[in-house]
């Protein structure tokens, strides 16, 4: 029964900012992997920013710098800043858990942001 929520999209200017977060319910996120994913209207899945369980961390070149990835394990919470916001942000962003035993992969259904000019 594990359920994944995003929550924290919107619509902001460039250069603004906005964080996102991923509500994880029905497991522990000590024993997953974690990402955030971004998907354009007639584009492929990018993957934006990643968690291992051992605390690696990596971005895309795209973000390096603006973006951060962060969780709360007490609570379960998978955050994401997001800083001098771009209009090629533009995207539905997703969270992702990938359990490191099994690699059964667990999707939030999305969140808009949307970055004007």
């Known amino acids: 029964q594990v359920q994944l929520m995003e929550s924290g999209g919107g619509l902001v200017q460039a250069g603004g900012s906005l964080r996102l977060a991923c509500a994880i319910s029905g497991t522990i996120v000590e024993n997953h992997n974690l990402a955030w994913h971004r998907q354009a209207p007639g584009k492929q899945r990018e993957l934006v920013a990643s968690?291992?369980?051992?605390?690696?961390?990596n971005y895309a070149d795209s973000v390096k710098g603006r973006f951060t990835i962060s969780a709360d394990n007490d609570n379960n919470i998978l955050y994401l800043q997001m800083s001098s916001l771009k209009p090629e942000d533009t995207s539905v962003y997703y969270c992702?858990?990938?359990?490191?035993?099994?690699?059964?992969?667990?999707w939030g259904r999305g969140t808009q942001v949307t970055v004007s000019s």
């Open positions: 968690m291992t369980s051992r605390g690696t961390i």
């Open positions: 992702n858990a990938r359990a490191t035993i099994s690699q059964r992969d667990y």
